[in-house]
Structures are given as C-alpha cells and as structure tokens.
C-alpha cells in the first residue's frame, strides 16, 4: 500500500486537496493530512469557506520516512501560509532529497520555490506565481501536468484529474475502476 501525506491549513483549495485524497484513496493508498495543528482544517470552495477536513497528525509528528509521496494542494492561502513554516519547508526538502514524489497544484509550487527545489526544473502552476517560480530557476509552461524527476506540477482544478493520474503513475498504482 502506498502512503501519501497531504500537507495543508486553513484556506485550502477545496477541490484540490478533496479530490485527489479521495481518488488516491479509491486506488488503495493510505492518505495523511498533515496541518499545522491538530483537530480540523477548512477550505476555500472558489468564493467561500468550503468544508473542513480532519487533521491526522501534526506537522512536528511528520516523519518523512513513513510516506511514499507528498500531495500539496493550492489555493491562494493555504500555501501562502505554510511556505513561511520552516518545519514545512524542511518537509518538501526532504521528500526531494529522498527523490520522494511531491506533487503540487496551483499555488502550492510556491513551497517548492521556497524550499530551493526547483532550480532546473521544468514546471507549471497558477498564472499569478508564474513569475515567482521562474525567478527561484524553473523553466515554467502552462501545461495540464509536468512532471521532471520527483517533481509533478498543475495549474488548476481542472487538472486534477491528470494531476492525481501522474501522482499514481509515479507510486506505480493503477487507478480505482470507475463505476458506469
């Protein structure tokens, strides 16, 4: 069984962090949410607070070595808010250093140019952060999903499918059958 942490907070982006969890769960992976303190978090459902979420674990309970992939679901605050946590940031760069999975939609690419992983590599993600991901070194396009090395990038909800398929393709998981 494949573990896939979620790390997220308050103003996630609904959809993105439901969705996948929920198709990774289908497939048979073991999925964590990890947040910055325990009980629930809350998401952003496009103009309005959405549904929270059960918290699993702490951030200060992660340990990198139980999981075999790193899920980072956008939204405009969620990873405005974790990419100032330094044991977040120290999270992403050790899921990179182990050549884990870490895949990031939206805004969430923001930790990946905060934890100084994406220099040479190619990604996408919301337009609004295009530029910052360029300047931490990346070669950035505006494609569906990119994945270079560990690294799985998208840029909307609309990706989520493609998204969430490169994630599993890269755990070597096959998706859950869907029902007609």
Known sequence: MQRVLIIAT????QSELVKPRDLLAEAGAQVTIAS??????RGWDQKDWGQSVPVDCTIGEVSVEDYD????PGGQMNPD?????????????AFDAAEKPIAAIC???????????????????WPSIRTDLANAGAAVVDEEVVV???LITSRKPDDIPAFTEALMAALNMEPAEQSA
Not at 81 to 93: C, D, G, Q, S, Y
Request: charged residues 30%; glycine residues 8%.
């Open 10 to 13: 308050d103003g996630f982006e």
């Open 69 to 72: 992939a790193l899920l980072l």
């Open 36 to 41: 910055l303190e325990p009980g629930e978090i």
């Open 81 to 93: 808010i974790l990419r100032t946590e330094h044991k977040v940031i120290e999270i992403v760069r």
């Open 107 to 125: 805004h969430a690419p923001w930790l990946l140019a905060e934890a100084d992983i994406i220099e040479g590599h190619t990604v996408t993600g």
């Open 148 to 150: 270079d090395r560990n």
